[in-house]
């Protein structure tokens, strides 16, 4: 269900980053810091029904999204992961209320600190740093993810939305409707 592995470029502390993942509840990763120098890579899926604080958006709970967690250093010698999530999620299209699948596709570079979270609020192309602990919880982590990514409002394609039920085409036509009768007067 999980699998981990390391590349070549692994500089060491190979040993400290293996034993990751459980197969139930919460994949881990301890150690993030030397998954990271290490350059190792973890993948896994997790059912969406796990996902809880998605819950309220969902139509359905089927399924499970896929994740691919990869460790590295940038220019500046700094761990970071990147963390790749897909799947299909259903939700309802916000404008003709028809259930719609939406391909969900999350690729963050994370920065990682183990004490306070370097602040850059004034940078807007600043990397996103995340705490990390001894032990990293996977399905957090990638749900957080996902939280982030989802647009306040998910909506087909133009042109794709299915026939707007009545109420909501009476309600929407309603104030032009108004208007014209009103400039006819
Ligand atoms: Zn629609």
């Known amino acids: 269900m999980s699998e981990h592995h390391k590349d070549q470029s692994n500089c060491g502390l190979a040993d400290q980053v293996e034993g990751v993942f459980g197969s139930g509840l919460g994949h881990q990763i301890e150690d993030p810091m030397g998954f990271a120098h290490s350059a190792s890579v973890s993948?896994?899926?997790?059912?969406?029904?796990?996902?809880?604080?998605?819950?309220?958006?969902?139509?359905?709970?089927?399924?499970?999204?896929?994740?691919?967690?990869?460790?590295?250093?940038?220019?500046?010698?700094?761990?970071?992961?990147?963390l790749q999530v897909v799947?299909?999620?259903?939700?309802?299209?916000?404008?003709?209320?028809a259930v719609m699948s939406y391909p969900l596709i999350v690729d963050s570079q994370l920065?990682?600190?183990?004490?306070?979270?370097?602040?850059?609020?004034?940078?807007?192309?600043?990397?996103?740093?995340?705490?990390?602990?001894s032990v990293l919880a996977v399905n957090d982590l990638v749900e957080d993810e996902?939280?982030?990514?989802?647009?306040?409002?998910?909506?087909?394609?133009?042109?794709?939305?299915?026939?707007r039920p009545e109420a909501v085409v009476a309600e929407r036509d309603h104030p032009m409707a108004a208007l014209s009768k009103w400039l006819k007067q």
């Open 43 to 82: 993948s896994g899926q997790i059912p969406i029904s796990q996902l809880v604080r998605l819950s309220d958006r969902l139509v359905e709970q089927a399924g499970a999204v896929t994740y691919v967690l990869k460790g590295g250093c940038d220019s500046r010698a700094r761990p970071f992961l990147n």
């Open 87 to 97: 799947g299909d999620l259903i939700l309802r299209c916000d404008f003709c209320l």
């Open 111 to 133: 920065m990682l600190s183990q004490g306070a979270v370097p602040e850059d609020l004034d940078d807007p192309d600043a990397p996103d740093w995340i705490e990390v602990e």
């Open 146 to 163: 996902i939280v982030l990514s989802l647009p306040l409002s998910v909506r087909h394609k133009a042109g794709l939305c299915s026939e």
